[in-house]
């Protein structure tokens, strides 16, 4: 089984920053891409970002400019870095994970419990 752990959720001001990170654990062979989900109360959950595997990086248009998602591949880690928060920003955040374990030949989607991101003043 393949497990992820997100952390850096809270509380911040209109205009505050927060960083996320997510931590992928177990029997992991390769990680073809990681990215952040959210979902809002009554919403869908959305794309926020998402870092594939040889770099090519995609933002939902809502957050260009203000959101940065990077990756550790060494640690299985991937962090959203998030600038000039909006109060539409408020969501749970999920970290989204396609791994490879040693006991398969293919990939399956991954999905952390979520941290909420809550904007307000």
């Known amino acids: 089984q393949v497990q992820l752990v997100e952390s850096g959720g809270g509380l911040v001001q209109p205009g505050g920053s927060l960083r996320l990170s997510c931590v992928a654990s177990?029997?992991?062979?390769?990680?073809?891409?990681m990215g952040w989900y959210r979902q809002a109360p009554g919403k869908q959950r959305e794309l926020v970002a998402i870092?594939?595997?040889?770099?090519?990086?995609n933002y939902t248009d809502s957050v260009k400019g203000r959101f940065t998602i990077s990756r550790d591949n060494a640690k299985n880690t991937v962090f959203l870095q998030m600038n000039s928060l909006k109060p539409e920003d408020t969501a749970v955040y999920y970290c989204?994970?396609?791994?490879?374990?040693?006991?398969?030949?293919?990939?399956?989607?991954?999905w952390g419990q979520g941290t909420q991101v809550t904007v307000s003043s």
């Open positions: 870092i594939i595997s040889g770099g090519s990086i």
């Open positions: 989204n994970a396609v791994v490879r374990t040693y006991s398969t030949d293919w990939f399956d989607n991954y």
């Open positions: 177990g029997s992991i062979f390769s990680i073809q891409h």
